[in-house]
């Protein structure tokens, strides 16, 4: 038994979609040869004469998607206001629908929508993941510079990873690797950031704060995971790697050398941070 579906009436419209779950949708074939060139090429073909049993008497299309993406595909279609997507789940599972009927508005609704905040922050590399799939670069760039907050061999692998090249995931990979290995060189310090109680010159050899060697031997480790700035230059880390040097005055020393840690910082925010 087939319904209607009460939420998208178009009045006028002269054919009906068929959701694989017998949902009818009114449309107008103007609307979606308009929005879609596949839809557009379907209907430039001959069409079959009408079915003297179709109560309707318009021409009825099967699709394989059930009705809760048709809706939601055909209100990005329709001049209404276009949902938002819920969840990457969502979004993917929509873009993949949008892909395959060619609807080229609903595409680029729904890669600005891959790189919103909420998306890049809670799972950066499945948005690469999904942009990669698509060949979308601008938001494939925009993705990879947020993945360098995660460790990306530790994330769990979604579906869309299995439609992705090794091109594009190799890519990401040496992304991480080149800015690891540029940042970890610039952790050098200069002669004139000295703790008044640990370090100086010995017998002509400088020797750097306590607080350095354990800030350096910490920021390697997490540089090696994550190549960006955000965790080794917070205060909880200067404060681990004061503590675990041992001495009274280093935390001093530490905030004595803002300068050169901002400048240090700065110098690891310049490095590459996209594909």
Not at 166 to 180: C, E, N
Request: proline share 8%; charged share 25%.
């Amino acid at each position: 038994m087939t319904h209607s579906h009460n939420d998208f009436y178009a009045p006028g419209s002269d054919m009906l979609l068929l959701s694989s779950d017998d949902v009818k949708f009114c449309v107008h074939r103007c609307i979606l040869a308009a929005a879609s060139p596949f839809f557009e090429h379907m209907f430039a073909l001959p069409q079959p004469p009408d079915d003297p049993t179709n109560e309707e008497r318009r021409p009825v299309i099967p699709v394989s998607e059930p009705s809760s993406t048709v809706h939601t595909l055909l209100r990005f279609v329709y001049p209404v206001p276009h949902p938002t997507t819920s969840s990457l789940d969502e979004l993917s599972n929509i873009l993949g629908v949008a892909v395959k009927y060619d609807f080229l508005g609903v595409i680029s609704s729904l890669r600005k929508q891959l790189i919103t905040p909420a998306y890049l922050k809670d799972d950066p590399v499945r948005v690469f993941a999904i942009a990669s799939r698509y060949e979308f670069e601008h938001e494939a760039q925009v993705a990879s510079r947020h993945t360098l907050s995660v460790n990306i061999l530790d994330c769990p692998l979604s579906d869309d990873f299995r439609f992705i090249t090794a091109h594009s995931y190799h890519r990401l990979l040496v992304l991480h690797k080149k800015r690891s290995k540029d940042a970890q060189a610039l952790l050098k310090i200069p002669e004139d950031v000295k703790c008044l109680q640990c370090s100086g010159p010995y017998y002509g050899a400088f020797v750097p704060p306590k607080w350095w060697k354990e800030f350096e031997r910490m920021a390697r480790v997490d540089l090696e995971i994550r190549p960006t700035t955000d965790v080794i230059f917070s205060m909880p880390f200067f404060a681990r790697a004061a503590e675990a040097s041992g001495c009274a005055r280093c935390a001093s020393s530490i905030l004595d050398s803002h300068e050169f840690l901002s400048d240090l910082k700065r110098q690891i925010d310049e490095l590459p941070a996209t594909i």
